[in-house]
């Protein structure tokens, strides 16, 4: 079965250099969230789309932006890197707003020189 | 507001004993309610979730929890552990579904 594809799997970048970190949800799957897990730390809820629009907006820097495209894939900028966004990123998906379960990709590790 | 708490960092228990990770929640509707696991350097796979249907839910790889609505819990448990569950837990709290809100997380230890 196909589940969510994130790219790229690791990414290696300097401070103050810019990041986009890609999110491919599951076919009909038309919500996407995006988390932050720092070592040894639980998944930070970053932020949300529904159908294309910003659904729900979490602890996502100012220097961070996202949107989701019309093929409901979903990007993740990053500007202006600090060392202390070195974390994984993960993508999940789900069928719906409401509820149901959440479907994570295997995650994109930022490293941050 | 929803919050998640997960009530050990760390259980540690011998192969072949049952496993109990203890998770209680707040949440100002019905919750929807979920474990997921998290292996060394992968991501989170779902374990298993409650949605309002059955209270006692069976997910994979034997594990089951039970919603509790009067003690606002959801804990996860497992009659025989295996070396193979030694891992991270994660219970998790959904109330819209326009995020979901993650606990601190549990490590599980397997002892052979």
């Known amino acids: 079965a196909a589940g969510v594809i994130q790219s790229p799997r690791h990414l290696i970048k300097e401070k103050r250099e810019t990041a986009t970190l890609k999110c491919y949800p599951i076919?009909?799957?038309?919500?996407v969230y995006w988390y932050q897990q720092g070592p040894g730390q639980d998944p930070q809820f970053l932020i949300s789309?529904?159908?294309?629009?910003?659904?729900d907006k979490g602890s996502i820097p100012d220097r961070f932006s996202a949107q989701q495209f019309s093929d409901y894939h979903s990007e993740l900028n990053m500007s202006s890197l600090e060392l202390g966004d070195s974390a994984l990123y993960f993508c999940?998906?789900?069928?719906?707003?409401?509820?149901?379960?959440?479907?994570f990709g295997q995650g994109t590790r930022l490293t941050v020189v | 507001a929803q919050s998640v708490t997960q009530l050990d960092s760390h259980v540690s228990v011998s192969e072949g004993t049952p496993v109990l990770l203890r998770c209680n929640y707040s949440?100002?509707?019905?919750?929807?309610l979920f474990w997921y696991v998290q292996h060394p350097n992968k991501g989170l796979q779902l374990l298993l979730k409650?949605?309002?249907?059955?209270?006692l839910v069976k997910g994979i790889n034997g594990f089951e929890a039970e919603f509790k609505k009067s003690e606002t819990s959801f804990h996860l448990t497992k009659p025989s552990a295996h070396m193979s569950d030694a891992a991270e837990y994660f219970c998790?709290?959904?109330?819209?579904?326009?995020?979901?809100?993650f606990g601190t997380g549990t490590s599980l230890t397997v002892i052979p």
């Open positions: 999940a998906s789900s069928p719906g707003p409401e509820g149901t379960e959440a479907f």
């Open positions: 076919p009909r799957h038309d919500t």
């Open positions: 789309f529904y159908e294309k629009m910003q659904s």
């Open positions: 949440s100002s509707y019905s919750p929807s």
């Open positions: 409650y949605t309002s249907a059955a209270t």
């Open positions: 998790v709290v959904s109330d819209t579904g326009n995020q979901f809100y």
